[in-house]
């Protein structure tokens, strides 16, 4: 099984705190292919920044192993580790530049002893400027720039070294939205232009379906759920999965508004979620031709999640009641859409 650049195994986790035990981590098996974005999504305190953290051996597991291509992470010593460190870097929410060095001297931390002469620090750091797009920021100090262009800065900072992993704790949190999109642009040029391995762990589900690849979803400690995203975000087992779902869904009706739709009788309230945007469509004018129904469109939502549609509708069935409840099942007998009645007329 354990094919991937970086592997977890049964690895667990626990801190000793004044209150006891805190176990944090439970049984994670991970394997996170090369080249891929994979995310890792949980709420706060599910455990995220300290998986994260195992993997550039910043948390040791208290018992399994964390691998990277064929080192144990968690069995290295301090001289090998700082020598990984190289190899896989990390981003935060809180960007964590310092405040009192330049932009260049920022950037160009992680290579400070490596012998390299001024001039080969000065273009390597110019390069990367100009990589993230900010070629004009050399001489800068970090409290000159917004919360977008530092990260952008820690980004570059990230990549001096050459890395071949990306971790990203978080690293679009503190940005507002349309920021956000910028530097998950730039995560995928990353990715696609160098093939960095990048790991992003995050509560936003946006984050998820903009640019990952594959997902574990993350419940206290433990996976619940894990694999390509267009699987798990079309065909979701778990409950939590299904909430971050929502979260970006406008298929998620409120009561209120099922509320102010008045239903008469015969009609019915019906959510339809599908996976493949090219049968709904046909879908709909069958029902009608077929049962002699209407079916008014209320909501529709559709994403493209990996290059595939994604999405549904909510529609309001109408006409005779024998009708509707024939065309209800016709509906239900699809293999690919997933019918739900939300209101129904008394
Ligand atoms: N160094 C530590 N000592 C004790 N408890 C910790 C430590 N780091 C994290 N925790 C606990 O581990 C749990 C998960 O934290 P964390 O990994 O930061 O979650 P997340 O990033 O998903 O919000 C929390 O209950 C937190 O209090
Ligand atoms: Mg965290």
């Known amino acids: 099984m354990a094919t991937g650049v970086i ?16 176990h944090v981590l439970k049984d994670i098996d991970l394997s996170i292919p090369k080249g ?10 599910a455990g995220k920044s300290t998986l994260i953290r195992c993997i550039n051996g910043l948390e040791k597991p208290t018992d399994g192993t964390v691998t990277f291509n064929d080192q144990i992470v968690n069995q ?3 001289k090998s580790l700082l020598n990984l460190r190289g190899k896989i870097s990390m981003i935060f929410q809180q960007f964590n530049l310092m405040p009192g060095r330049t932009i260049a001297e920022n950037i160009s931390l992680p290579i400070k002893y490596q012998g390299f002469s001024k001039e080969e620090v000065s273009s390597k750091v110019r390069k990367l400027l100009d990589l993230v797009g900010l070629p004009d920021k050399y001489s800068a100090y970090p409290s000159s720039l917004s919360g977008g262009q ?18 990203c704790d978080e690293a679009t949190s503190a940005l507002d939205p349309e920021t956000t ?3 998950l642009t730039l995560l995928k040029q990353l990715n696609k232009d160098y093939g960095i391995t990048i790991i992003i762990v995050t509560h936003e589900m946006h984050v998820i379906e903009s640019i990952c690849d594959d997902i574990a979803v993350l419940d206290k400690g433990s996976i619940v759920e894990q694999g390509n995203v267009y699987a798990v975000f079309s065909d979701p087992k778990e409950e939590l999965t299904k909430k971050f779902i929502n979260t970006t869904s406008n298929l998620k009706i409120s009561q209120e508004l099922v509320d102010t739709i008045n239903l008469r009788p015969g009609q019915k309230l019906i959510r339809l979620s599908y996976r493949d945007g090219e049968t709904v469509t046909p879908l709909i004018s069958d029902i009608s031709r077929q049962f002699n129904v209407n079916a008014n469109i209320i909501i529709g939502d559709i994403k493209l999640i990996q290059k595939q549609l994604l999405g549904g509708l909510i529609i309001v069935l109408d006409g005779d009641k024998a009708a509707v409840d024939s065309a209800e099942q016709y509906l239900q007998q699809q293999k690919d859409v997933e019918v739900e009645v939300i209101n129904h007329a008394r």
Do not use: C, M, W
Request: net charge neutral; hydrophobic share 40%; aromatic share 8%.
């Open 7 to 22: 592997n977890f195994k049964k690895v667990n986790k626990s801190f000793d705190t004044d209150e006891g035990v805190n």
């Open 36 to 45: 891929k974005i994979f995310g890792v999504i949980g709420y706060s305190g």
């Open 76 to 78: 290295l010593d301090h």
């Open 150 to 167: 530092k990260q952008r800065i820690a980004i570059a900072r990230a990549l001096i070294n050459d890395p071949e992993v990306l971790l």
């Open 181 to 183: 999109d910028s530097i």
